[in-house]
Nanobody, 120 residues
Framework: QVQLVESGGGLVQTGGSLTLSCAASGSIFRLNTMGWYRQAPGKQRDMVATMTSGGVTNYLDSVKDRFTISRDNAKKLVYLQMNRLKPEDTAVYYC??????????????WGQGTQVTVSS
């Protein structure tokens, strides 16, 4: 079994900061690309930031220079540091990980999501 658990969401004022964490656990041979996605009510789920196992990052244009993704491979953690938050950043944020199991199988896994609300 593989589990992703997010934490760190909450309510913050415009201009504030939050750091999201996602911990992967279970039968994991290798963590490949890990990332953060978000979904606002009535909207599609969008990629916010991803990082490959080699450290290559990709960001949604609207969060570049405000959000930073990082990971600790030894601890199986991925973080999203969010600065200068705006009301339009309000959404449920999901962690996603591309994981190779000891069996050699490879799949994408999702966390349960954590709410981020930015008040104006």
């Amino acid at each position: 079994q593989v589990q992703l658990v997010e934490s760190g969401g909450g309510l913050v004022q415009t201009g504030g900061s939050l750091t999201l964490s996602c911990a992967a656990s279970g039968s994991i041979f290798r963590l490949n690309t890990m990332g953060w996605y978000r979904q606002a009510p009535g909207k599609q789920r969008d990629m916010v930031a991803t990082m490959t196992s080699g450290g290559v990052t990709n960001y949604l244009d609207s969060v570049k220079d405000r959000f930073t993704i990082s990971r600790d491979n030894a601890k199986k953690l991925v973080y999203l540091q969010m600065n200068r938050l705006k009301p339009e950043d309000t959404a449920v944020y999901y962690c996603k990980a591309d994981i190779t199991r000891p069996s050699g199988s490879r799949s994408n896994y999702w966390g349960q999501g954590t709410q981020v609300t930015v008040s104006s």
